[in-house]
């Protein structure tokens, strides 16, 4: 089975099981509206939190790379201009 499969499953469980515990509360429509509310926003804070704490590691990692793979370009392009140069001393003699 895969992950993402047993990660659907997990989510459809957990979502039932809200969903079941929600109708059968005590506490009035109203009130439980509000806590749905409430905890709607949580979630919410803390996946946007989440996405935008991976997006600055994502951006970091890439700026990093993108450094590494300049200086790796730059580096071998003066190898390059060497072994031309000495080509071509090596074609006037």
């Known amino acids: 089975m895969s992950s993402g499969k047993v990660v659907l499953g997990l989510l459809a ?4 099981g809200a969903i079941a515990g929600l109708l059968l509360a005590p506490a009035k429509g109203e009130d439980t509206r509000k806590k749905i509310a409430k905890k709607s926003k949580n979630y919410e804070k803390k996946l ?3 996405f935008s704490d991976n997006m600055n590691m994502a951006n970091k990692k890439f700026e990093k790379m ?3 793979v300049t ?6 392009m ?3 201009e ?5 080509v071509t001393e090596q074609v006037k003699k």
Request: aromatic share 4%.
């Open 13 to 16: 469980g957990i979502a039932t």
């Open 48 to 50: 946007e939190k989440k």
């Open 66 to 68: 993108k450094a590494e």
């Open 71 to 76: 200086d790796f370009a730059k580096k071998n």
């Open 78 to 80: 003066q190898k390059a």
């Open 82 to 86: 060497q072994v031309k140069e000495q």
